[in-house]
């Protein structure tokens, strides 16, 4: 017992050590030679023990070093245990654009865990859950993009949730990646919200690709008083399929370019070829267009936007016109083999082969009709119209006074006087005669049908007899 004698002393001082906080306390009890033994041991148990040891220390005091002694050595088994801190899980993932996706979760060596949940957000959506099973301390998820694509160009975000050894529920940090094309080695220029991403050109187109950009996105801005669009990333494919196959594999396609207005992308083909220039002056500014639509409309009002006019107001605002789109519409007249309107107010991937370009140029010209007859204040007002959810012929009568035959009439006299202004009589000799160039196979067959009917009228008719002289 003699080992025993210092602790009158110690226990004068353990109160007021633990007032002042801090694990000293430890080390001034078990600086006594009979329990130096058993420090390594307690030392974990008793930190949330302290508290209840100094209420009893007066009891223990009265009743003998021995009790005492019995008490330390049972707190450790009495007292909560206090959790120790655990190895975190290793997250990891890895995917190749439009192909497969993989998600995998390592435990700690210690860790029993059966099963899990993997959560993944995509483009903000709500999220996926899937239940995975635990093997060898591993979970993996293993996705087939070709059959479940993940939406291109937009943000994945993941997490892991699961029960410890103990019941309580761990979850993981988020994990966030752009769902990119990596199947390719980006270039990279950024000028405030512009990036351009490119796979193969001179430094100078890159420059000039920006400065396109910047340029179009103030015409357009200030005609339409569309808002900020703010970042906007234009990924420039080095051929026309590549962009196809990296489409396709996200479950679009389209012909030779692509917005995808809801995360501010643009993806393009522009093979380097001494035409590069052109093609960026007419896709980049096209684009963008759309683009601005959708930031001035929402989802909604874009959506309803008829094609004649989204794609009119795009092609209107390319730098660079397209020669092409002006001898369509031009054989087009002379021929009187314009589309109606009505049909170029669905999406155009319902029309085939040439008309297709005809659909982009009569777009153009009706645009740059209304444009010029009712200046931009008018198609503002005429895009508030079909984004209030109007019809395509009804939001003209809003907008313009005039539903679309009327319009249609009108800009066709337009067409025929080269996009000038006319005077009134020369405007009604116009339009007669643009009305009678489309009557006439309807006046054709009219005459195929009634003269026959004319004909046997006259045959059948009994011929009068003249009254005798006699």
Same mark, same amino acid.
């Not at 041991?41 to 009893?56: A, K, N, T």
């Given at each position: 017992m003699k080992h025993l004698s210092t602790l009158p002393v110690k226990f004068l001082h353990i109160e007021q050590e633990f007032h002042h906080g801090g694990h000293g306390v430890l080390d001034l009890l078990f600086s006594s030679p009979c329990y130096g033994h058993c420090l390594?041991?307690?030392?974990?148990?008793?930190?949330?023990?302290?508290?209840?040891?100094?209420?009893?220390?007066?009891?223990?005091?009265?009743?003998?070093?021995?009790?005492?002694?019995?008490?330390?050595?049972?707190?450790?088994? %009495?007292?909560?245990? @206090?959790? *120790?801190?655990?190895?975190?899980?290793? =997250?990891?993932?890895? !995917?190749?654009?439009?192909?497969? +996706?993989?998600?995998?979760?390592?435990?700690?060596?210690?860790?029993?865990?059966?099963?899990?949940?993997?959560?993944?957000?995509?483009?903000?959506?709500?999220?996926?859950?899937?239940?995975?099973?635990?093997?060898?301390?591993?979970?993996?998820?293993?996705?087939? %993009?070709?059959?479940? @694509?993940? *939406?291109?160009?937009?943000?994945?975000? =993941?997490?892991?949730? !699961?029960?410890?050894?103990?019941? +309580?529920?761990?979850?993981?940090?988020?994990?966030?990646?752009?769902?990119?094309?990596?199947?390719?080695?980006?270039?990279?220029?950024?000028?405030?919200?512009?990036?351009?991403?490119?796979?193969?050109?001179?430094?100078?187109?890159?420059?000039?690709?920006?400065?396109i950009a910047r340029t179009a996105l103030e015409e357009i801005t200030t005609s339409l008083h569309s808002p900020s669009l703010g970042p906007v990333t234009i990924y420039v494919y080095p051929s026309l399929p590549d962009l196809q196959l990296a489409l396709r594999l996200s479950g679009y396609e389209w012909l030779g370019g692509e917005a995808l207005p809801a995360v501010g992308v643009i993806l393009l083909a522009i093979p380097t070829t001494p035409e590069s220039l052109i093609r960026l002056q007419q896709d980049i500014p096209h684009e963008l267009t759309h683009l601005a639509l959708y930031r001035q409309l929402g989802p909604q009002g874009y959506a309803n936007l008829p094609c004649w006019l989204n794609e009119g107001l795009a092609t209107h605002f390319e730098q660079r016109p397209e020669a092409l789109y002006a001898l369509a519409l031009e054989r087009a007249r002379r021929e009187n083999a314009l589309l109606p309107l009505a049909d170029l107010c669905p999406p155009f991937y319902t029309l085939g082969g040439e008309q297709v370009i005809l659909a982009y140029a009569e777009s153009q010209s009706v645009v740059g009709y209304l444009q010029q007859t009712y200046g931009w204040s008018g198609m503002r007002v005429l895009l508030d119209a079909y984004a209030d959810g109007l019809d395509c012929s009804s939001g003209l009568k809003r907008a313009v006074g005039a539903e679309l035959p009327t319009v249609e009439r009108a800009w066709r006299v337009w067409l025929e006087q080269e996009g000038y202004p006319t005077e009134q009589p020369q405007r009604i000799w116009t339009m007669g005669h643009i009305a009678l160039r489309d009557l006439a196979p309807w006046l054709l067959l009219a005459l195929v049908i009634i003269l026959p009917g004319v004909w046997f009228f006259i045959a059948a008719r009994p011929t009068p007899h003249l009254p005798s002289s006699e």
């Open positions: 390594p041991i307690l030392r974990p148990w008793l930190c949330p023990s302290w508290f209840w040891l100094v209420q009893v220390r007066e009891k223990c005091l009265r009743r003998g070093y021995l009790v005492w002694c019995i008490l330390v050595l049972l707190s450790g088994w %009495l007292l909560p245990r @206090p959790t *120790l801190a655990q190895e975190a899980p290793e =997250t990891t993932y890895s !995917y190749t654009f439009g192909q497969s +996706a993989e998600f995998t979760l390592r435990l700690p060596p210690a860790a029993e865990v059966e099963e899990m949940l993997l959560f993944l957000c995509i483009a903000g959506d709500a999220p996926e859950i899937h239940i995975l099973t635990v093997e060898d301390g591993v979970a993996r998820y293993r996705r087939d %993009l070709r059959a479940q @694509p993940f *939406l291109p160009f937009q943000m994945v975000t =993941t997490w892991w949730e !699961y029960k410890d050894d103990n019941g +309580a529920p761990v979850k993981t940090g988020e994990t966030t990646f752009l769902n990119e094309d990596n199947r390719f080695q980006w270039q990279t220029r950024t000028e405030g919200d512009l990036t351009i991403q490119w796979v193969s050109g001179s430094t100078e187109l890159l420059v000039a690709a920006l400065d």
